[in-house]
Every structure is written in structure tokens, then in C-alpha cells.
């Protein structure tokens, strides 16, 4: 659960919008579960702007083709300090510190023909200059027939370690999927001597069939292409994440990709500075299927500028406590119902008798909908065994139109909404 400078700023954050982003983060969220700050793409490109890529690229590097942060915009690492300074002061406030990557090695630096730190090779011997991402242009692929491929990786990453990196956001990854790279980035983790969490993007179209060969060598992964803040995003990942919920492992997560929610688009890729359009229930609902569905949890949303009804869902404990809890996750129930979709996910808590249950309507307008509490529990004991608790309004009441009745828990369901319980014996 963390930030990530993405929905926001796109190519273009600075030192000081993290450094905002991190202390609100620790004010406000950090007790619910949030506790990561990730800094996206293009942090080493010194001219970066809203709604693009520089082409060509001119990053900031060091002599050997490694990244480094643009000093005009992350001040802290002039000098040669890389992002030593900024992960430390992230730290400082309990919390984790993650940048993000693209594969391969940056064309500047083989046009440069630089060395490859620890050995005698050159970019040039190294690159796939036929290997290129076709929607960023930053870099070329590396050659894993050459054992400078993997030096180079294992420099970078050595690196990043040395600055105190916690996460790293492996870009065009996936679509196509690189097996090479991805071991080759794993292998180099693996030598830093740091922990680090390794998240591969994006997924567009990903196959459950590499879940073995992603298990062995990442902790997340993209499960589509990137998510925006429009009702058909996510109404698309209900599909995806029902696919990959019996997948998920603990440590090992299949990701249904960034919260778009709270202020966002103020520097970013796409779109211009908005609260996200998203409804209220809309939101509710991409919560709650991420949970249910044990998706990693990255909000994009500018902390500090968003809504306090955004900072109220996202402090909502029991998020990061049934993302933690929740076992055997499982859409049981898609059913299409007049202009929309009953849709019901259950799991079953870890550590007590406890279920959790999450009953979503797609429809255009409101409706109330009913689960067997057998579907729910397996147990076709009486319904005055079972107490239910409404989780999406923190837990603390019972909502007068949630009901457990005749072996049923029923409930109204807004338009594009949820309802979500704790089903709990009595």
C-alpha cells in the first residue's frame, strides 16, 4: 500500500511534491497500511513536461550509462548523491522508497559507447539496438546472450541499493512478455544485498500460464494496461481479477494496477488537473474489489490537494486489514441482471471464524440484492448465528438497510456500487 507520482505528475514530479506527498502520507495514512512512496518515470529527464516523453532523451547519467536523478529537479541529489538524500528523508518518516524503471539501457548511453561499470565491456557490445519499447523510446534492450547484459543490470540495481531504493517499478516488462529481462532483474536484486520488491508493468493481456515463471522472480504484477478514472476501467478489471484471485500467494500478487483517485492529471501523461471523476460509490467499488481481489494498493491522487472524502476512504482500516486477512478470495456470484451485473466476492478470514463478503451492482441505477449466508459462510446453520458489520463505513455501525434474514444477508446497492460486510458469529 503506497503512492506512486504517476496519476499526478507524470513525467514531471520534483523533490518537493514527494517530499509533500511522503509527510501526508505519514500524517494521515500511514496507520491504516500505507507505508511506500514511489516516484514514476523520467526522474533522471531534466526538461520532463506534461502529456509525453522527450524523444530524443537527454537523462542525467552517470560515466558508466547508470541514472542518476535531475539535480533541478531533486535538488538533495547534486553532487552525486543519487536519491541517497530523498530515501533517506522517506525513511526518516517509517516509510518505504521506490523509483520507478524502463528496461534495457538507456540509448544515450550507447550512443555515448559508455563503459559498463565493473567490467570491459561497452554499451554498444551490450545493446539490442532492434529491441525498443514502442511506446517510450528512452531505451534500447540489452542482449542476454552477453554477459555485459547482466553486469549492467547488476550495476544499476547496485546502485539503486546504495541509495537505499526499497521498490522497484520494472516498466515494459510484460506486453510483450521478457522473460530474460525479468530474470536478469531479479538475478540482480538478488546480488544487491538489499531487499527489494520488484513490481513488473504493464500487463496488458498477461497470461495466467507465466504465474510459476512470475512467482519465482517478482513480488507484483501489472494484470492490464493502465487505469484511468472512468467507470469502464474499472468495471473491465472485475474479469482480470476474478481470473487471477486463485493465483494470489502472500509476497507473490497479481496487480490490478493505481487508485485514480483524489486530485489528479496535474502534471500528468494524460488528461488535465481534476478531482477524479469517479463517483463517490465508483470509488467505493475500485476499493473494494482491489481488497477482495488482494490487489496491491497505489494511489495516484496528489495527497495533500485531494478531497477529504478521498483521504476518508483510504484511512479506512480495514482495507489494509482484510487485504491481509482475507483467504481463498472468489467471485462466486456474476450474475447479468436487468441493466447490469450482480456481482458477489467472498473470503474467508485468516485468523478468525470471520467472513468477508463484497456485493456490487453495475447497473445505471439502485438496487437491493440478496446472498444466501451458506454461499457466504458453507455453513447452513440458522441466519441468527451470524452478525454482519458494514466494512466500507469503517466498521462501526450497522446500516439499517443491511439485513440477515431467512438465511440471506440483503442490502441496497447504489448505482456502480458496493455493499461490504464482515459476516461474523453472533
Not at 204 to 229: F, G, P, Y
Not at 372 to 380: H, K, Q, R, Y
Amino acid at each position: 500500500m503506497g503512492w506512486n507520482s504517476w496519476d499526478s505528475y507524470g513525467t514531471t514530479v520534483t523533490e518537493d511534491e514527494v517530499l509533500a506527498n511522503a509527510r501526508f502520507l505519514h500524517d494521515h495514512l500511514l496507520d491504516a497500511g500505507w507505508d511506500t512512496i514511489v516516484v514514476d518515470i523520467a526522474w533522471f529527464d531534466p526538461f520532463a513536461h506534461a502529456h509525453g516523453y522527450n524523444d530524443p532523451l537527454r537523462p542525467s547519467m552517470d560515466a558508466w550509462g547508470r541514472l542518476l536523478p535531475a539535480p533541478n529537479r531533486f535538488p538533495s541529489s547534486a553532487g552525486g548523491k543519487g536519491f541517497a538524500p530523498l530515501a533517506d528523508a522517506v525513511h526518516a518518516l517509517s516509510l518505504k522508497f521506490g523509483v520507478h524503471v524502463m528496461r534495457g539501457i538507456p540509448r544515450a548511453a550507447v550512443e555515448q559507447d559508455l563503459p559498463v561499470f565493473g567490467t570491459e565491456f561497452t554499451a554498444r557490445q551490450i545493446a539490442n539496438t532492434g529491441d525498443t519499447c514502442v511506446w517510450n523510446h528512452d531505451n534500447y534492450g540489452l542482449d542476454h546472450e552477453h554477459p555485459g547484459a547482466q553486469a549492467f543490470y547488476d550495476g544499476f540495481v547496485a546502485q539503486l541499493a546504495s541509495w537505499g531504493v526499497d521498490f522497484i517499478k520494472a516498466d515494459d516488462m510484460l506486453s510483450p512478455y521478457h522473460d530474460a529481462e525479468i530474470e536478469a532483474y531479479a538475478r540482480a536484486i538478488e546480488r544487491c544485498g538489499r531487499p527489494i520488491v520488484l513490481s513488473l508493468s504493464p500487463g496488458t493481456h498477461l497470461s495466467t500460464r507465466h504465474v510459476e515463471h512470475l512467482r519465482q522472480n517478482a513480488q507484483m504484477w501489472r494484470i492490464s494496461d493502465d487505469l484511468w478514472d472512468r467507470w469502464d476501467d474499472v468495471h473491465a478489471q472485475f474479469a482480470r481479477l476474478a481470473r487471477w484471485a486463485p493465483f494470489q500467494r502472500s509476497g507473490r500478487w497479481a496487480d490490478a494496477d493505481m487508485l485514480p483517485l483524489g486530485r489528479i492529471g496535474i502534471r500528468a501523461e494524460r488528461g488535465e488537473p481534476r478531482d477524479s471523476r469517479l463517483t463517490d460509490d465508483e470509488q467505493q467499488t475500485l476499493l473494494t474489489l482491489w481488497v477482495m481481489g488482494r490487489s496491491p494498493l497505489m494511489v495516484g491522487g496528489d495527497l495533500p490537494s485531494s478531497d477529504p472524502r478521498t483521504i476518508e476512504l483510504l484511512a479506512n482500516p480495514w482495507l489494509a486489514r482484510v487485504l491481509a486477512d482475507a483467504r481463498d478470495s472468489a467471485e462466486i456470484i456474476r450474475e447479468p441482471q436487468d441493466d447490469g451485473e450482480f456481482i458477489v466476492w467472498t473470503a474467508r478470514s485468516a485468523q478468525t471464524p470471520s467472513h468477508y463478503v463484497a456485493l456490487f451492482w453495475t447497473g445505471a441505477d439502485a438496487v437491493t440484492r440478496a446472498v444466501p449466508l451458506s454461499a457466504i459462510t458453507g455453513d447452513p446453520s440458522p441466519s441468527n448465528r451470524w452478525s454482519v458489520r458494514e466494512l466500507s463505513a469503517g466498521g462501526n455501525s450497522a446500516h439499517e438497510d443491511a439485513q440477515l434474514t431467512s438465511g440471506e444477508v440483503r442490502a441496497d446497492i447504489p448505482s456502480h456500487g458496493v455493499r461490504w460486510f464482515a459476516v461474523t458469529p453472533a
